[in-house]
């Protein structure tokens, strides 16, 4: 999971340095850079008398709007922060209560405030282009008096989508008017990555709304000496630097730092509350059916297509000729099983139909989930919600946690009848391809397994490129498609394995793993990408996402992403040649595939019995349809029929308004209950009404949550609910967040009733307020029964 690669300049024409760095646990970087840096090294800059702290002597008397990096500036990189950062590190090892961990992060930033010179992060450059903002960032003037998180990262690195959750609960949590600006600095790894549109479709995508600067030489990234995706930096209202983080998967400090570190400088008069002119580039969005499509497949029964519209948040079954028979989930990310019109997603990618159940592998929500199609439900079957990190498994699928599946495709355990009994998935948050068995069944080299086990079929769990004869062994870097090849003589899955730029081969009947196309012999170099034709390893690929087997012709096809180009390899021979696309972005469609162009393809599927190639387009929101045996392409015109809707753009569902409560409302104040960071409470409804009286059809009986002046208890949860019969009243939820703004709260319950008597002969709005005060203590509390909300009408 801390998988993490330092960009070097390429060496010649094809790929790059061989520098991919496994980062360790975070514990062992600290000690072994405190290991390394002298310990009378704290006023020091990392690289010793660099550029940096050659221009800087001594800090200024006052904070100046036009402060720059040179004044009072030490400097130089990271490892400046090392010495007093270990020393912290271990001491919140063994601190207990919360409190105790505020005074010590407290402690340090008086230490770190305190040096003589500030470790100053340079300038923004002139000339860097920026999304998301009026106009380029100034780091010393529009940044001054802000605590800024600059999160240093690549749009293809899933350790740096696995982030961005947390900092957008952060973003919620303190806006730049509490004196907290996030900043991504995108630091490319590949080529095509440091082209502005495809950083632009990557920030919509993921839906980034914070700042976004392209520093495509990797210019910051090397005066700080930074050497992980993803990298946060963490800086004072002086653009000092006072803390970092390497990797993911560290939620926790990343909010006690900054928490901390905005009630510090608060303290000291330091932080403006100057909004910074964000202009979000997803708000010019023209209406579009598709958003971004991942994925695609055929089912070979009806000849219909099922897409994975990733940007929408839901899955289409579209027939041949692109009308919508089935639209499912979307146009807003969520985790909801149930009926169709309920079900929810959260940015699919792979989908697998046959008999009419398509399984899905809801990436961001780390599920996967199954439609069925004649029932019109969707279920989850495999994952628990949130990102894991086991590699070794063998839970049952509900019971499982997985990690970013990126695509799913049916098959066979090798030797059993061909039946279809398992769902391969590409695991691309971990680095593996797991199995689903939807059946009993065996696995090469295992015992019988249960219908529902989700296990680990191949790879270690490290980031590589490594073939090996035992599957464990084996590593894949950031696994993204399958494909399956069940006869003789090839029986197994082909992988694109997108970080290692390679096509590998995992044989059904023992599980080795060989490669096929692209990549190196030096299992630790992910840079060996570039753009070549030819055969085995001379072929050089870009992040390919996408395979599809051609049974008909005994070939594979091969989403080659970045490089915005369909390849066909012969696996007899290895040979590997460019099929369509130009290398261009442009989209040109109804052309000769010599002419056609692509934008970073995602997913392919052969149909029609072998005549189409079907390719999402991810990029140029199409799906792109191959004529194999013409040689032309056409774009599928995807529209809606009377039976299907087509949700519009990325545009949010507008909040609830909670209507006014009648001046007659009585406010009942409940006795305060005492809860910890992380606990859900439950409220439970128990209105009385007189003899006889029912709900008002049609009128909005409901409840709203609120609570004034502390709107950070009601971050990420579900505001407000309807309330549809007397005799089975809702029960409400609410989780207390894990960073608490504030110990005493007072949480509002809102409740709008419209209701007639029995006879009909008259009807009525009422309301009622709950007043229920919140202490909140770190210590844990044990199992609490629900609150109950009584009132009589």
Request: glycine letters at 10%.
């Amino acid at each position: 999971m801390l998988s993490c690669a330092a960009p070097r300049a390429p060496a010649g024409g094809v790929g790059g340095d061989a520098s991919l760095i496994t980062c360790p646990g975070i514990a062992d970087i600290w000690t072994l850079a405190f290991d390394r840096v002298p310990k009378n090294q704290n006023k020091r800059c990392g690289r010793g008398a660099g550029a940096a702290s050659r221009r800087a002597r001594g800090r200024p008397a006052s904070l100046g709007p036009h402060m720059m990096a040179a004044a009072g500036a030490r400097g130089g990189g990271l490892s400046g922060l090392l010495p007093a950062q270990t020393s912290l590190e271990y001491a919140l090892l063994d601190a207990v209560a919360q409190q105790e961990k505020d005074d010590l992060v407290y402690q340090y930033l008086q230490k770190v405030d305190g040096w003589e010179q500030d470790l100053a992060v340079p300038e923004f450059a002139d000339g860097l282009e920026w999304l998301n903002t009026e106009k380029p960032i100034s780091l010393y003037k529009d940044l001054c008096g802000k605590v800024v998180i600059l999160d240093f990262f690549s749009y293809c690195c899933i350790n740096c989508i696995h982030l961005l959750p947390d900092l957008h609960e952060l973003e919620h949590l303190y806006s730049d008017e509490d004196g907290l600006l996030i900043v991504g600095v995108h630091s490319a790894k590949f080529p095509n990555e440091k082209v502005l549109d495809n950083i632009t479709s990557a920030v919509l995508r993921y839906n980034i709304t914070h700042p976004v600067v392209n520093d495509a030489e990797a210019s910051l990234w090397q005066e700080l000496e930074v050497s992980c995706w993803p990298t946060l930096v963490i800086l004072g209202p002086r653009g000092n630097m006072l803390f970092s983080l390497i990797g993911e998967g560290h939620k926790d400090k990343l909010f006690l730092y900054t928490s901390i570190a905005l009630k510090y400088y608060k303290d000291r008069g330091q932080i403006r509350d100057n909004k910074i002119g964000i202009k979000l580039y997803k708000d010019s969005l023209p209406p579009s059916p598709l958003l971004f499509p991942g994925k695609v497949t055929v089912d070979q029964a009806t000849n219909r297509l099922v897409v994975a519209d990733t940007g929408h948040h839901r899955i289409l079954v579209i027939w041949k000729n692109g009308q919508i028979q089935y639209s499912i989930g979307g146009p807003n990310p969520g985790r909801r099983d149930g009926l169709f019109s309920e079900a929810s997603f959260n940015s699919p990618q792979g989908v697998a139909v046959m008999d009419n159940i398509i399984y899905v592998a809801d990436t961001e929500n780390h599920l996967i989930r199954k439609i069925d199609l004649e029932a019109e439900k969707v279920s989850t079957v495999a994952g628990v919600g949130v990102q894991g990190t086991d590699k070794e498994g063998g839970a049952k699928g509900e019971e499982q946690p997985i990690s970013s599946p990126w695509d799913v495709v049916f098959g066979t355990s090798g030797s059993e009848v061909q039946r279809n009994n398992i769902l391969w998935i590409a695991m691309a948050g971990i680095h593996q391809i797991w199995a689903l068995l939807l059946d009993s069944g065996k696995l090469p080299k295992k015992n019988e397994l249960k219908k529902g086990t989700c296990l680990p079929f191949a790879g270690s769990g490290n980031e590589e490129n490594r073939n090996n004869a035992y599957p464990h062994k084996a590593g894949f870097a950031q696994p993204s498609g399958l494909s399956l090849a069940s006869e003789d003589p090839w029986n197994c899955l082909f992988v694109a394995d997108s970080e290692s730029s390679t096509v590998r081969t995992v044989s059904l009947k023992d599980g080795a793993v060989k490669p096929l196309i692209g990549g190196e012999r030096d299992p630790m170099n992910l840079f060996a990408f570039g753009d070549v034709d030819g055969a085995g390893i001379d072929v050089k690929l870009q992040h390919p996402l996408g395979v599809a087997w051609d049974k008909k012709r005994n070939l594979l096809y091969v989403a080659d992403s970045y490089n915005h180009k369909i390849k066909v390899v012969d696996p007899k021979t290895k040979s590997c040649t460019t099929l369509a696309g130009t290398g261009n972005t442009n989209n040109v469609a109804s052309s000769s595939f010599t002419e056609s162009t692509f934008n970073e393809p995602g997913g392919l599927c052969v149909g029609e019995n072998g005549q189409l190639l079907y390719v999402a387009d991810t990029n140029n929101h199409q799906i792109k349809v191959m004529d194999l045996e013409t040689k032309t392409v056409s774009v599928l015109p995807v529209f809606k029929s009377e039976n299907a809707v087509v949700d519009g753009p990325l545009l949010l569902e507008k909040p609830k308004t909670a209507p006014r409560l009648p001046k007659s409302a009585p406010a009942v104040k409940l006795p305060p209950v005492s809860v910890c960071p992380g606990q859900t409470l439950q409220f439970r409804l128990r209105l009385e009404f007189p003899s006889g009286a029912k709900l008002t059809e049609g009128a909005p009986s409901c409840w709203f949550l609120s609570a004034d002046g502390n709107e950070w208890l009601l971050q990420g949860q579900a505001p407000s609910g309807d309330i549809e019969s007397i005799s089975d009243q809702p029960t409400i939820s609410l989780r207390i967040p894990d960073r608490c703004g504030s110990p005493d709260v007072v949480l509002s319950v809102s409740v709008f009733l419209y209701y007639c008597s029995a006879d009909s002969s008259a009807c009525m709005m009422k309301g009622v307020l709950f007043r229920q005060p919140l202490q909140v203590a770190d210590t844990q509390a044990g199992h609490r029964a629900p609150v109950e909300l009584r009132h009589v009408f």
